[in-house]
């Protein structure tokens, strides 16, 4: 690793992740960093990327809304798989990338190396700027930037470069010449510095603009000046280098971690039979032969296991699907699913639900932080709230238990083989015992016995009118 390297040469690195601005294009009260994107906030793909670089340290440069963002950060670090504290840097006044390095200098000035991220590019890959440092070291530059080919750069600052390939500036698109504003390289915002060159290029930066900002691409030209090389690695897609600036951004990079999601689970043996309408959080797991069908949405830490079927149009959303289940047509939040179950069609499995092994829950059936056990039947209509329902039980039509009395919430239990008949209401608190059975339209209020039959109608009586 490229960390381990450099310790051994006495030349540690830190990562410096900007995250002050205030993202006004993106019309929010969110702050732009925290706008969730691939089931995490886009901050978190940054820290994520920082902390497999394995750096000597993590700095965080906030500024807007900056007590949000730190609380996001400290309370899903450990979520997010972050193995390195982040030391929170405050940029008092929004002036500018260069301003927000300045600040973060008393940071910076441990550590010989720099590489400097911008908080709205979560697209970019472990691979490519693992390479971008890899370059800085090979090339001994002084200072070396990540750049892209765009086939549309507006936007963006280009890349002008000399005879040789060298990198001489790089021009803001409001400043560039027609020649200038035609070039397709444009800069990133990712940079690997020398801190030392940094440091003074830094002093030397001056205000522009209307706004008055100092602009960290100036370092380049400045740590030229005084002698230092310049360098860039070209990133292998434009596709890395997006930055989120707007929801219209956000929506793009949405398609592409999507598809990148996709094509993993599909690498690793899962048939997606239309990937322009299936979707995965970055964090989903799908076991071999399982299969994805349109209009399937995964959410949040889904794990699916192997030779399932999902979908058509199932949303599931931080929970587990065992080996072999199927779930159709449904909605599954924050619940368990066991081997071998079938769900759906038009099933709600709510939180704290666990399912099976082997059971059913059928056409609009709802099931809210209760357990169905091994070969028990949920088939259609009913609502099972805050039960336990031991193994093969069936549970006929239109089966409600009742468990809530207007104050507190109350819960059923059901013994194993028990028959349930249709139209059954289960007062809760209440206790139906192994074996027995419940007569259709009854409304249970009692305990029923093992082995009984339960008989709770009111008397019919026919009337003939004269």
Same mark, same amino acid.
């Given at each position: ?338 081997? !071998?179950?079938?769900? &759906? =069609?038009?099933?709600? %499995?709510?939180?704290?639900?666990? $399912?099976?092994?082997?059971? /059913? +829950? *059928? ?47 109350? !819960?059923?239990?059901? &013994? =194993?083989?028990?028959? %349930?008949?249709?139209?059954?209401? $289960?007062?809760?608190?209440? /206790? +139906? *015992? ?33």
């Amino acid at each position: 690793m490229i960390a381990r390297e450099q310790g051994k040469t006495g030349s540690p690195f830190a990562v410096l992740v900007l995250a002050a601005g205030q993202g006004t294009r993106m019309v929010s009260a969110t702050p732009k960093v925290l706008h969730p994107l691939g089931g995490r906030p886009m901050i978190a793909y940054l820290l994520r990327l920082a902390n497999a670089l394995k750096p000597s340290a993590i700095g965080l440069v906030v500024g807007h809304q900056e007590e949000l963002i730190r609380k996001e950060v400290a309370g899903s670090a450990k979520a997010w798989g972050l193995t390195r504290p982040v030391a929170f840097i405050r940029q008092k006044e929004l002036t500018g990338s260069g301003s927000a390095v300045v600040e973060a200098l008393p940071f910076l000035k441990k550590y010989r190396t720099a590489l400097v991220m911008c908080g709205d590019s979560p697209l970019l890959t472990f691979d490519t700027v693992y390479s971008l440092l890899g370059a800085h070291q090979r090339d001994k530059a002084q200072v070396t930037m990540l750049t892209a080919r765009m086939p549309n750069p507006k936007g963006y600052g280009r890349i002008v470069r000399g005879p040789h390939g060298e990198v001489l500036r790089v021009v803001e698109e409001t400043s560039a010449t027609p020649k200038e504003a035609a070039i397709t390289e444009v800069n990133s915002g990712t940079y690997c510095f020398e801190t030392a060159l940094l440091v003074s290029a830094l002093k030397q930066l001056r205000p522009q603009g209307p706004k008055q900002e100092r602009y960290l691409t100036d370092c380049l030209e400045i740590i030229q000046r005084q002698g230092g090389r310049a360098g860039a690695y070209l990133a292998p897609s434009h596709e890395e280098v997006l930055g989120i600036n707007s929801r219209v951004h956000l929506a793009q990079a949405e398609r592409v971690l999507n598809r990148r999601a996709l094509e993993r689970l599909m690498l690793s043996g899962v048939s997606v039979t239309d990937p322009a309408h299936t979707y995965a959080d970055s964090d989903v797991e799908v076991g071999q032969d399982s299969v994805l069908l349109p209009g399937t949405v995964l959410r949040g830490a889904t794990k699916i296991g192997s030779r399932c079927r999902i979908g058509p149009y199932a949303c599931i959303e931080n929970s587990s699907i065992g080996n072999e289940s199927s779930v159709a047509f449904s909605q599954v939040v924050d619940a368990r699913i066991l081997e !071998k179950c079938s769900v &759906g =069609p038009f099933s709600n %499995i709510r939180p704290g639900s666990v $399912l099976g092994p082997r059971a /059913k +829950v *059928g056409n609009f059936s709802e099931i809210k932080a209760s357990k169905i056990g091994f070969g028990s039947k949920v088939p259609h209509l009913s609502y099972i709230g805050d039960a336990e329902i031991a193994e093969d039980v069936n549970v006929g039509a239109g089966t409600i238990t009742c468990n809530y009395d207007g104050v507190e919430k109350h !819960k059923t239990v059901i &013994g =194993p083989k028990a028959f %349930i008949g249709s139209n059954v209401n $289960l007062v809760a608190p209440v /206790k +139906v *015992g192994r074996g027995a059975r419940i007569a259709a339209g009854s409304t249970v209020t009692e305990d029923v016995p093992e082995g009984a039959l339960a008989l709770a109608r009111a008397q019919q009586v026919n009337k003939i009118r004269k």
